[in-house]
């Protein structure tokens, strides 16, 4: 599975992004699909994640209502639809895939992994 990450960018506080994960290389049935971050100094987190099918969605509490996951089966793409924005959510986003994936905030669960995209929020 190859992973595409863009729409990174500088933003201000209280601004929107919308990050898109394009994937390639196979069907994504019963895959699940995550995004997670990485800040400078800081381990990588979990964000939020979604099953390709069912589309069930799990959010890190640092993100619920803000942050919204959604796939477009169509395009094999997954989104990030990102409001509210603060400097703490700075940091390099990667998407990730997995096939077999019991716990979807863990990283070590998934198989493939993105390139990153830079997201920098100012205050």
């Known amino acids: 599975v190859q992973l595409q990450a863009s729409g990174g960018g500088l933003v201000e506080a209280g601004d929107s992004l919308r990050l898109s994960c394009a994937a390639s290389g196979r069907t994504f049935s019963n895959y699940c699909m995550g995004w997670f971050r990485q800040a400078p100094g800081k381990e990588r987190e979990f964000v939020a994640a979604?099953?390709?099918?069912?589309?069930?969605?799990y959010y890190a509490d640092s993100v619920k209502g803000r942050f919204t996951i959604s796939r477009d089966s169509d395009k094999s793409t997954m989104y990030l639809q990102m409001n509210s924005l603060t400097p703490e959510d700075t940091g390099v986003y990667y998407c990730?895939?997995?096939?077999?994936?019991?716990?979807?905030?863990?990283?070590?669960?998934?198989?493939?992994w993105g390139q990153g995209t830079l997201v920098t929020v100012s205050s």
């Open positions: 979604i099953r390709w099918t069912g589309q069930r969605t």
């Open positions: 990730a895939a997995g096939a077999i994936v019991y716990f979807p905030m863990t990283g070590t669960q998934y198989d493939d």
